[in-house]
């Protein structure tokens, strides 16, 4: 595989019994550990967002084998089941926290599960998890007014910096989904890479604030799986999700216009 294309793992809740809202994206912790077992047979080194927005930013040069582990919104099993595995085979990761969905000071509720405290979290950063931000309430950006946005979007790198003591660099839209003007409002907030989903390998050309996502679900079988790191029959993996994302797509803009004409008439 060319170093100049990258899988990029998204990965949500690890649990036995995740709830009804996010079993469909959730991996058992059995399922986690053999997914990481492979990629340690297969030789990858996993990094973190920020070593790759680094290291196609001043070509440095990148392993052999990269890969991103991913993992969005802070679910508590992040802590309890992957970290675990993560630190048995020395792998770096990245989560995306919703701050306003982690357990404690700055909650918001809307949670969809059980989610990390901020002591987790800052067990996962000590442990060399780099934490990115995913907003603060979880909504879908591109659908917000300007003021609405840039609230998401620099309270939740706010929090982070506060609670950490480092401001993140990295960030993964909610849902997958952003436009130009969400992707400069991430970029005007301090952050120097942004994720997308795609399901497809993130390649330099689609530029630091849109790298592509594959999806890591319950039903991904290992064999599945080892086709997502090598990058192989991904259309025809993921061709259901491409047609509902276009479809949801024409949904989205059409709510933009609204949107915009009733900002206009006020």
């Keep these: ?128 998890v780099e934490i990115g931000g995913h907003s603060h309430s979880h909504p879908q950006l591109d659908q917000l007014t300007d003021a609405q946005l840039w609230f998401e979007v620099a309270r939740c790198r706010e929090i982070l910096a506060e609670e950490l003591g480092e401001p993140p660099v990295s960030f993964a839209y909610p849902y997958g989904y952003s436009d130009r003007r969400v992707r400069d409002t991430v970029r005007a907030a301090g952050f120097t890479i942004s994720l997308a989903v795609g399901n497809a390998l993130a390649e330099r050309p689609q530029g630091p604030y849109a790298l592509e996502r594959v999806t890591v679900r319950r039903s991904t079988g290992l064999g599945e799986f080892e086709r997502l790191v090598e990058g192989r029959g991904l259309g025809r993996l993921f061709v259901r999700d491409r047609v509902l994302t276009k479809g949801y797509a024409v949904v989205r803009r059409t709510r933009q216009v609204v949107r915009k004409a009733s900002e206009a008439r006020v």
């Excluded at 899988?7 to 019994?17: E, F, G, N, T």
């Design 1 to 128: 595989m060319s170093v100049d294309r990258v899988p990029i793992l998204m990965y949500h809740s690890v649990a036995h019994s995740p709830s009804r809202a996010t079993y469909g994206l959730s991996v058992s912790p059995e399922a986690f550990a053999a997914q990481m077992r492979l990629l340690a047979e297969r030789r990858f080194t996993p990094l973190t967002a920020q070593r790759l927005a680094k290291a196609w930013r001043t070509g440095s040069g990148l392993p052999e084998k990269p890969v991103l582990i991913t993992f969005d919104d802070g679910y508590e099993g992040v802590h309890r089941h992957a970290l675990p595995t993560l630190v048995e085979h020395g792998f770096a990761a990245t989560l995306f926290a919703s701050t306003g969905w982690v357990r404690g000071a700055h909650e918001s509720g809307g949670a969809l599960d059980l989610m990390l405290s901020w002591d987790q979290v800052r067990e996962l950063a000590a442990a060399g």
